[in-house]
């Protein structure tokens, strides 16, 4: 029998479970200060919630009475709720009485670290069971029992669960003392770079599945495919099983809206499953029970409802989850081992300058009262909405030398002026608290050389590519990522950007946010592929080149597609007409 120390009475619930000396209440005292959205607290819809119980086979009609199932962060009691309506019900199909404390038990574990939460969903599972005509005095026994008050990521679980189930909460690594931050990464190996706090979630709760256990989650993709989640696909590619994944985009999974674009996952350790996949569902019970039950059955590939993929190899290792379409993948593997990386044929990828105070560092350039070169014409997105650079006339301070140090302001005393007048501000910021004898530096070096050369510039979130040639003379801001070339003609690649072969890597790569936009960031734009600018004919090169000056996307494609030397097949698989 599980034993957790709790004391007796709602009233008064804790657990430290720390082995450490850590206060587990630490990080519980940060987010009873903050409001819901900053303590990762996004409930999820009673349609979702049945819908993945039913995924992970939690049904009423087995003898779930004997199963164990852990809830890692219950929050309101979305899952926790209707995870023990199904636990009484299938009781009571076997049993004409009601379950005495021994008889449930060992069934379930759900741990909550948010104190008033805590307390007010324990009162609501101690209303529903004595709803259910378990004993009162049973009843709150059972939930001192199941509920434990505390941090899953520190309280102590020794035992394995037949199911773990939720959506777990979204901490941003800000928010965590630094004592308990540095704990969480001695023991959980998946935490990397900025990784939210939801990554060990998952790392803890699939360590805790039994060998025939299942875990089903709803939470945020971005772990699929960024930089920070390369540990974790590691982890359940060394150890799981992707059964089925969901994707969550344009629905109303959760009582809020959210930014980050969620997905419904069920792993287990079965390691010879291929991988189920099924792209937005319509929110509604009926819709989602019948497709749970197609998506589990045998024959789920031949329904006419339901349009279900089978993909196979989903997971390699840190490298990201494709989970589109299989022909398209198949063409962008083709692409892989045909062609080097962008940044393999002359080119590179940069991001423009963040200054971490622009209100201090940019403004109008010719009200900017420094040295003429102290100060550079900035290009930000507003710049490039029409697709071509129209400058607003802003610019910014630069206090580097081309070589990278930092300006002698007493050479400088218009610069030093104006930055002292700034100062309150400048030196409010992180990097000037961390080296106060730089406190004047911008948070990214700038590189003035970098203004006068040509370049492209790309917007971070867009929905289709959105790629403007700048012919060389202003500096990119932090919200443009740039691309320059040493070999590649910049307009010619241009084209290549524009087209539905440079969508399908970013796509496949990169996460979505909330209207379907996708992330052209750094680390997903390099991974295109493209062929050297030796091998490409004159004559292609030519049609490149004035498609891009066009802007004309279809002509860019046809270009592309002959570039890449794309079947009829391939190109109608990416949108084009196949002519």
Not at 159 to 186: A, K, T
Not at 224 to 242: A, C, E, Q
Not at 410 to 435: F, T
């Amino acid at each position: 029998m599980y034993q957790q120390t709790l004391e007796l009475g709602l009233s008064d619930l804790s657990n430290d479970s720390s082995d450490r000396g850590l206060d587990v209440n630490t990080l519980s005292d940060v987010l009873s200060n903050v409001g819901i959205e900053a303590r990762g607290a996004v409930f999820t819809r009673l349609e979702v919630v049945r819908f993945i119980l039913d995924l992970s086979g939690f049904h009423s009609a087995d003898k779930l009475y004997t199963k164990r199932i852990l809830e890692p962060s219950f929050g309101n009691g979305d899952f926790l709720l209707e995870i023990v309506r199904r636990m009484l019900a299938s009781w009571y199909q076997e049993n004409d009485t009601p379950p005495l404390f021994k008889d449930l038990c060992d069934t379930i574990v759900a741990v909550e670290i948010h104190h008033q939460t805590f307390t007010q969903t324990s009162q609501l599972i101690l209303d529903e069971l004595i709803c259910s005509d378990v004993d009162e005095g049973t009843a709150s026994q059972l939930v001192r029992h199941w509920l434990i008050h505390g941090d899953f990521l520190l309280v102590d679980l020794p035992m394995q669960f037949d199911f773990v189930l939720g959506n777990p909460p979204y901490i941003r690594q800000e928010l965590i003392p630094v004592s308990l931050l540095e704990e969480y990464r001695r023991r959980y190996e998946t935490i990397y770079d900025r990784a939210d706090i939801y990554i060990p979630f998952l790392e803890r709760s699939l360590s805790l599945l039994s060998p025939a256990g299942v875990s089903g989650f709803i939470c945020s993709d971005r772990w699929m495919k960024n930089r920070y989640g390369g540990p974790l696909r590691k982890f359940v590619s060394d150890n799981f099983s992707l059964k089925i994944y969901v994707d969550m985009f344009d629905t109303k999974a959760f009582h809020s809206d959210v930014i980050a674009y969620p997905a419904i996952t069920l792993i287990s350790r079965d390691k010879n499953c291929k991988t189920r996949v099924f792209h937005s569902p319509e929110i509604e019970e009926s819709v989602l029970s019948s497709l749970s039950k197609v998506l589990l059955s045998q024959d789920c590939m031949d329904s006419e409802t339901f349009k279900i993929k089978e993909l196979a190899n989903v997971m390699n290792g840190h490298e990201p989850w494709l989970l589109d379409s299989s022909d398209q993948i198949e063409i962008l593997r083709r692409l892989e081992e045909s062609y080097p990386l962008l940044e393999e044929t002359g080119c590179k990828v940069g991001i423009g300058v963040a200054t971490g105070a622009d209100k201090a560092f940019i403004g109008s350039y010719g009200s900017l009262s420094v040295e003429n070169d102290r100060k550079l014409p900035i290009v930000t997105t507003k710049d490039i909405i029409s697709g071509e650079v129209n400058w607003c006339g802003m610019g910014v301070i630069n206090p580097f030398t081309e070589n990278g140090t930092l300006v002698d302001l007493d050479k400088y005393p218009k610069l030093k002026q104006y930055l002292e007048e700034r100062r309150p501000i400048i030196s409010a910021r992180h990097c000037a608290k961390k080296a106060p004898k730089k406190w004047y530096r911008t948070i990214d070096r700038i590189t003035p050389s970098l203004a006068s050369r040509p370049k492209l510039l790309i917007p971070d979130i867009k929905g289709e590519a959105h790629v403007v040639f700048e012919e060389g003379w202003l500096y990119p801001h932090h919200n443009l990522y740039y691309i320059v070339s040493e070999e590649w003609d910049l307009r010619s690649l241009q084209a290549v950007l524009l087209s539905s072969v440079a969508r399908l890597f970013v796509a496949s790569y990169s996460t979505k946010m909330r209207g379907g936009f996708l992330r052209f960031q750094a680390q997903y734009l390099r991974r295109i592929r493209i062929p050297k600018w030796a091998t490409v004919s004159q004559s292609l090169r030519e049609e490149l080149m004035n498609a891009a000056s066009a802007r004309d996307v279809e002509a860019c494609n046809r270009a592309v597609f002959k570039l890449y030397e794309l079947s009829l097949e391939e190109q109608r698989v990416l949108g084009g007409n196949g002519n």
